[in-house]
């Protein structure tokens, strides 16, 4: 099945909605193809230790957000075909 979870803030955040998604990544990584979806950057993504159990990361800022950004993230997300996408949001 592919994946994809999202929120709006670096993976290493220690907030309770990164902690979760880095639990869900953890936990589905081994039978599910997960993209990531979130504020990091490459060097961010890199330390968080996830990059061997996600499949691809698409950056989202949503500080930068409008129609057009939005469009181009749902482009994104379709284009990969997930069976499943699932957004945290914090706020």
């Known amino acids: 099945m592919k994946l ?3 929120l709006e803030y670096p993976i290493r955040q220690h ?4 902690v979760l998604v880095r639990e869900l990544i953890h936990g589905l990584a081994a039978r ?6 979130s504020a ?8 968080s ?3 061997n ?6 950056a989202w800022h949503p500080g930068e ?9 749902a482009d994104q997300i379709a284009s990969i075909r997930p069976d ?3 957004f945290h949001l914090g706020e």
């Open 4 to 6: 994809a979870l999202c």
């Open 15 to 18: 907030g309770g909605t990164e």
């Open 32 to 37: 599910h193809e997960i993209t990531l979806v």
């Open 40 to 47: 990091d950057y490459s060097e961010s993504l890199t330390r």
């Open 49 to 51: 230790g996830l990059t």
């Open 53 to 58: 159990l996600v499949s691809r990361h698409i």
């Open 65 to 73: 957000f409008s129609r057009a950004a939005g469009r181009n993230l």
């Open 84 to 86: 499943l996408v699932h």
